[in-house]
């Protein structure tokens, strides 16, 4: 087994958050997991070639957390302590020092240095900067609620755990949801949550759920100038602020479906029909905050032309959950795609959905250009 992993277990919290991944894990978006190696990889969207046999399906993901290298260190704000094992940030260091339509590219080039088998995969088109790792290289999972609970279990004994139990209760009032419908994504869902700067919580709902809430957010940090945040050069419209007494916490939402089957991309094939360019109207914004965001829109050319065939605008990444609203008009650069979706009855695939898209995986390449 590998050193990091063989010291981490002597660590009593470890054993407090990690489940084993076994033949009944259900694989979502915004979920770590602990590989063989000792790197911490985060789920990205519902789709993950669970049509296939175990040993051939890959989990669509970013590494996000590798062991500290004390021979070339990184930055210490890249640094983190997990289960008494210091690890390093990738995505810290490029965050703060780069233009964001680098960092998902950037982020590549490190997953190929930190896992050489990267470097022969070959990526689908909405999987061009992310990390395919192999399902048997996973040995446990941190599950979102289960993570939370484990946080909130020793509310009693330590105060940091108390202030996310208080902030955890005020988003559920706020949203009005029930506590058990909130998990906890992030850092925190590995035990590190003594001095937490903001909180990703993963709430689970139906798809018009979360639609409500999300225009509650969006109407909260238009109206309260105190909940508005920025970071990374941006304006997150369902990002908010919270305190729990003097303790002041970013609240940074991700959503999973109750029934994951709602998802609009939870099997599917893609074909690449080339790089164009979009201009569009958003008519449909229901999927709106999810990853990945998947938009109906209309009015809809094509290299300038009209072409109402393609009726969805996919940005497969997580850069701009809950940025769009119905209404918003955009240009947008990405790749023509064919989207054919399926449903699994048994272990056949069966078809269900036929639509042409414009694919966006990359920061900075969809404008809004006017709100209505």
């Not at 590998?2 to 010291?7: A, F, L, S, V, Y």
């Not at 990889?41 to 989990?59: A, D, L, T």
């Not at 233009?99 to 080039?109: G, V």
């Not at 999972?141 to 946080?151: E, N, Q, Y």
Request: glycine fraction near 6%; aromatic fraction near 12%; include cysteine.
């Amino acid at each position: 087994m590998n050193q990091t992993i063989k010291e981490m277990e002597k660590n009593p919290k470890f054993h407090r958050f990690l489940e084993p991944v076994d033949e009944s894990m259900d694989f979502r978006d915004a979920t770590y997991f602990l590989r063989k190696d000792g790197t911490l990889v985060f789920s990205e969207g519902y789709y993950h070639q669970f049509e296939r046999p175990r040993e051939e399906r890959s989990i669509l993901s970013h590494i996000v957390f590798v062991p500290w290298n004390y021979e070339a260190p990184s930055p210490d704000y890249s640094r983190k302590d997990i289960f008494g094992q210091l690890y390093e940030n990738l995505t810290k260091e490029i965050m703060n020092n780069q233009p964001l339509d680098k960092f998902y590219p950037l982020q590549l080039e490190r997953y190929k240095e930190i896992d050489p088998t990267q470097k022969d995969v070959v990526r689908p088109i909405y999987g061009r900067y992310k990390s395919l790792v192999p399902i048997t290289d996973l040995i446990g999972s941190f599950p979102t609620r289960h993570s939370l609970k484990a946080i909130i279990a020793n509310a009693d004994a330590e105060k940091s755990a108390d202030n996310i139990r208080i902030v955890t209760e005020h988003t559920a009032e706020l949203l009005n949801i029930e506590v058990d419908q909130i998990g906890i994504s992030g850092s925190l869902s590995l035990g590190t949550y003594v001095s937490p700067h903001d909180v990703d919580y993963v709430i689970y709902a139906t798809a018009q759920e979360v639609k409500r809430m999300v225009r509650f957010m969006q109407h909260l940090t238009d109206t309260e100038e105190k909940r508005k945040v920025f970071e990374f050069g941006k304006y997150w419209p369902i990002r908010f602020w919270d305190w729990a007494g003097e303790q002041k916490f970013m609240i940074c939402p991700f959503f999973s479906y109750i029934d994951p089957e709602e998802a609009p991309l939870r099997n599917f094939d893609c074909e690449d029909l080339g790089p164009a360019e979009l201009s569009g109207q958003v008519i449909d914004d229901t999927h709106n905050a999810f990853n990945p965001t998947v938009l109906i829109v209309g009015d809809v050319k094509l290299d300038g032309k009209d072409y109402p065939d393609i009726t969805r605008l996919i940005l497969y990444h997580g850069g701009e959950r809950g940025d769009w609203r119905e209404g918003n008009r955009f240009e947008a650069k990405g790749n023509h795609v064919r989207i054919k979706t399926y449903r699994l009855e048994g272990k056949d695939r069966k078809p269900e959905d036929e639509f042409e898209a414009l694919m966006v995986n990359n920061l900075d390449q969809v404008k809004r250009i006017s709100s209505s």
